[in-house]
């Protein structure tokens, strides 16, 4: 299934995509999607049947914002350096262990909402990125297959990064990765049955129409179950909790100087096989 929000920020309303691409509303069926109903098996073949069945009324798309496809997320962890080929356009050595640092649910937007330059930026950034998104409990998991079987879905994540405030200011990286709309999600979320490799994705990223980025799941450093089965023996993950895993190269810190960190008036447009695109104007803070 995908499953949607849709409305304006903060009134969003529970919709499902058809294979017809028909949008849904599930509002008479569930209050919202979030970490409650992916964790709950009875509700989502709620969904299914009505889906099947036909009963569910379509929604008018005309002017209807997308917001992003969970609600109540409970912590965003991330990964950083794993792809190899990321890791080889910035220097780095390919890490012996998953990087492991956080993102604010709060900096989570829209897929095609607004991106702001934090003030004073020079050096904000693009990454595109494969979200998983938890739908059982996972704590001190064994195995990268159990922990494929503790994921709801995957979305689209683009973790806007800004690499002054994340490597040269000193201390963690979280400066750089928490300024406010740095986190758009969506525009779906993918059941996880609807993708059955996560690790034969192809993942590309658009600036102003030019292509940046271009890569693949595949060259993932730390596979997706490995990244949750990794992240579990450290913290337990909730049902909504996101893992965001990465990204390929091609980001603006690996190019050669002038590098073409983002402005106010760009476009990026981003996309993961199957989940979907997105679209964001920047503009400045």
């Not at 730390?222 to 965001?244: A, C, H, I, K, Q």
């Not at 590098?259 to 199957?274: C, M, N, S």
Request: aromatic residues 6%; proline residues 7%.
């Amino acid at each position: 299934m995908k499953l949607l929000r849709v409305g304006t920020a903060g009134r969003e309303r529970p919709a499902l995509l058809d294979p017809d691409r028909t949008l849904r509303d599930l509002s008479g069926i569930v209050a919202d999607i979030d970490g409650t109903l992916l964790a709950d098996e009875d509700a989502l073949g709620r969904i299914r049947s009505a889906a099947a069945a036909g009963d569910l009324p379509a929604l008018d798309t005309a002017g209807l914002r997308t917001g992003p496809p969970l609600a109540r997320i409970g912590k965003i962890v991330c990964i950083g350096l794993n792809y190899y080929d990321h890791a080889r356009e910035t220097g780095a050595e390919p890490p012996a262990e998953p990087v492991v640092f956080f993102k604010a649910p709060d900096t989570v937007v829209g897929p095609d909402d607004t991106v702001l330059i934090p003030r004073g930026s020079v050096k904000t950034d693009w990454e595109v990125e494969l979200a998983v998104v938890i739908g059982r409990t996972a704590r001190y998991l064994e195995s990268a297959e159990e922990a494929l079987a503790h994921v709801a879905g995957y979305a689209v994540a683009h973790d806007v990064s800004e690499r002054e405030f994340q490597i040269e200011r000193g201390g963690t990286w979280d400066k750089g990765k928490n300024c406010e709309t740095f986190n758009p999600l969506g525009p779906w979320l993918v059941t996880a049955d609807e993708v059955p490799d996560p690790q034969n994705l192809s993942l590309r990223l658009w600036v102003n129409g030019e292509l940046k980025q271009n890569g693949t799941t595949a060259e993932q450093i730390f596979p997706v179950g490995e990244v949750v089965r990794y992240v579990s023996r450290f913290m337990t993950l909730y049902p909504g909790d996101v893992v965001n895993t990465g990204t390929p190269a091609g980001v603006a810190m690996g190019h050669p100087e002038p590098k073409p960190y983002l402005r106010a008036g760009d476009v990026v447009e981003l996309e993961v096989t199957g989940l979907g695109r997105q679209r964001q104007v920047l503009a400045q803070a």
